[in-house]
């Protein structure tokens, strides 16, 4: 258990509203990461956090931003969702040990109607 | 583009056999690599990680890197039904993310 809480686990929402994704760890660590999981396309990087108001862009950061304004929390906000951000969303912390292994959180499932 | 290669399967193998699950990778700055298992609705977790060449092994687990040529695999002996799962394979450089392949899918019959 790498200490991850992602919230919420399930959501429906319309199309064109704001959706927040949170990601709550317990363990310090300074790297986090939220990943989409999508058929066909396996999991594919949106934003990374380094440190406190450190972020940076991935493969697919397009309609995404992120907030990183303590240590424990990684926020995700889509600003105006759209059908093709259904997917599934997974937060990851990098261990400083592990061979910097990341691991996953349980999983947030997302649809957009 | 840097990019992990996998064959998306399913492989089926009956219980007990060795099954092999291979990945290519594009990036030669790659350092590490990892094998992570996923069951269908659950998150990725992590069977093993390798980043010198050559063998490396963790019960019925071995992991095996070859940075000439780029590939990577995972022996998974003895198979059980329970070993059923999508298998993700995945590379590093220092400091970055990690890049996953699309994952292969084994069954194991009994």
């Known amino acids: 258990d790498a200490g991850i809480t992602q919230s919420p686990r399930h959501k429906v929402t319309e199309t064109g509203t704001p959706v927040t994704l949170r990601c709550h760890q317990t363990?310090?660590?300074?790297?986090m990461y939220w990943y989409r999981q999508d058929p066909g396309h396996g999991l594919r990087l949106i934003h990374y956090?380094?440190?406190?108001?450190?972020?940076d862009k991935g493969e697919v950061s397009d309609g995404y931003s992120v907030s990183r304004s303590k240590t424990e929390d990684f926020l995700l906000t889509l600003e105006s969702a759209t059908s093709s951000q259904t997917s599934v969303y997974f937060c990851?912390?990098?261990?400083?040990?592990?061979?910097?292994?990341?691991?996953f959180g349980e999983g947030s499932w997302l649809t957009v109607v | 583009q840097k990019e992990v290669e996998q064959n998306s399967g399913p492989l089926s193998v009956p219980e007990g056999a060795i099954a092999s699950l291979n990945c290519t990778y594009s990036?030669?700055?790659?350092?590490?690599f990892f094998w992570y298992r996923q069951y269908s609705g659950k998150s990725p977790e992590l069977i093993m990680f390798?980043?010198?060449?050559g063998d490396k092994e963790d019960g019925r687990f071995t992991a095996q890197l070859n940075k000439a040529s780029q590939y990577v695999s995972l022996l998974i002996r003895d198979s059980q039904p329970s070993d059923s799962a999508t298998y993700l394979c995945?590379?590093?450089?220092?400091?970055?993310?990690?890049?996953f392949g699309k994952g292969t899918t084994l069954s194991v019959s009994s």
């Open positions: 990851a912390i990098k261990s400083g040990t592990d061979g910097n292994t990341i691991y």
């Open positions: 990036d030669r700055g790659s350092q590490s």
């Open positions: 995945a590379s590093n450089q220092a400091g970055t993310a990690l890049i």
């Open positions: 363990e310090n660590h300074r790297y």
């Open positions: 390798i980043y010198s060449n």
């Open positions: 956090s380094y440190g406190v108001k450190d972020t």
